[in-house]
């Protein structure tokens, strides 16, 4: 298991932005495929994007897909969701996950942080 903490979380208002990271620990931060999920009020948590150890390889669910980027900086062990275009719909707490192949899939995610709050008003 490797530790990830998850950071940026905020309140915007409808088309606005915001930033988040996760930090892991440098142990093993290289070997894993890292993934964004969330849970929406009343919902399950249900896939954002994920992105290979490498960065090669991308994931987007349809409803993020041309707003949100997922990107990865290995050397500081770390991994981003840039939100753009927010909606109210994307009300959500935010996670981030690791897992040892990439996949779309919650239940192939070893790993997870302890979710932080984006709230999207109109």
């Known amino acids: 298991q490797v530790q990830l903490v998850e950071s940026g979380g905020g309140m915007v208002q409808a088309g606005g932005s915001l930033r988040l990271s996760c930090a892991a620990s440098?142990?093993?931060?290289?070997?894993?495929?890292m993934g964004w999920f969330r849970r929406a009020p009343g919902k399950g948590r249900e896939f954002v994007a994920a992105?290979?150890?490498?960065?090669?390889?991308?994931f987007y669910a349809d409803s993020v897909k041309g707003r949100f980027t997922i990107s990865r900086d290995n050397a500081k062990t770390s991994v981003d969701l840039q939100m753009n275009s927010l909606k109210p719909e994307d009300t959500a707490v935010y996670y981030c996950a690791a897992a040892d192949v990439l996949s779309m899939a919650r239940d192939q995610y070893h790993s997870w942080g302890q979710g932080t709050q984006v709230t999207v008003s109109s």
């Open positions: 440098k142990r093993a931060f290289r070997d894993y495929a």
């Open positions: 992105t290979s150890w490498s960065g090669g390889r991308i």
